[in-house]
């Protein structure tokens, strides 16, 4: 899916109609800010934009992920690929945002057995058993909770610009930030802060 074809598209759909990016923006309940961020390529129209978008532009949504106007046989057959692209986007977005959830979840719960232990419970030995039990639930949850960002995360090296996937034990000792983690790059042995990017 070129992200740069479509906000082409997108924009020359706005001037078409003579109208600017605050007057599209208004119409759609978005910021001014997101419109130039879709017509630049940088981002694409969250799935709960696409319809209200093509419908404003009097375009399908198929026209919208080919980023051009498509006659009936063009049409046919961009419809499968830009499908497949679609869904090839959204669910390690979704993997992410599931796996953000129940760790919240996990984490609360676990909390929550721990403050119970200490109030209610009088026998010292249960009390270890519960507090023993929120540990292994808060382990287990942080052990799927990263496999599912390695699964989803790839880096692009500062160096030489190349893209690649870490290992496990690179992942999990180097040094990191929420974005950003210093890692090797295979591709040309130097060792840098790389951007996570979400795989696509």
Same mark, same amino acid.
């Given at each position: 899916m070129d992200t740069v074809k479509i906000g082409?598209?997108?924009?020359?759909?706005?001037?078409?109609?003579?109208?600017?990016?605050r007057e599209v923006a208004d119409r759609l309940n978005v910021s001014e800010k997101t419109?130039?961020?879709?017509?630049?390529?940088?981002?694409?129209?969250?799935?709960?934009l696409m319809l209200p978008l093509c419908k404003f532009y009097g375009i399908s949504i198929n026209e919208l992920l080919s980023g051009e106007r498509l006659d009936e046989k063009q049409y046919v057959d961009k419809a499968e690929e830009n499908m497949a692209c679609l869904v090839d986007r959204t669910a390690p977005r979704k993997k992410v945002i599931i796996s953000a959830i129940s760790c919240i979840l996990v984490t609360l719960s676990s909390v929550a057995?721990? =403050? &119970?232990?200490?109030?209610?419970?009088?026998?010292?030995? +249960? %009390?270890?058993?519960?507090i023993g039990i929120a540990l292994i639930v808060v382990f287990a949850d942080v052990s799927v909770i990263l496999l599912v960002a390695i699964s989803t995360e790839i880096y692009k090296c500062e160096k030489c610009g190349e893209k690649?996937?870490?290992?496990?034990?690179?992942? =999990? &000792?180097?040094?990191?930030?929420?974005?950003?983690?210093? +890692? %090797?790059?295979?591709?040309?042995?130097?060792?840098?802060?790389?951007?996570?990017?979400?795989?696509?």
């Open positions: 082409q598209f997108i924009k020359s759909l706005r001037k078409e109609k003579s109208l600017t990016q419109i130039s961020k879709w017509e630049t390529g940088n981002g694409m129209p969250e799935v709960g057995l721990i =403050l &119970l232990s200490a109030l209610f419970i009088a026998q010292i030995w +249960l %009390k270890f058993v519960v690649f996937v870490p290992t496990l034990t690179a992942y =999990l &000792l180097a040094p990191h930030t929420f974005r950003r983690r210093y +890692l %090797k790059c295979p591709h040309c042995g130097k060792k840098s802060w790389n951007n996570s990017h979400i795989r696509k």
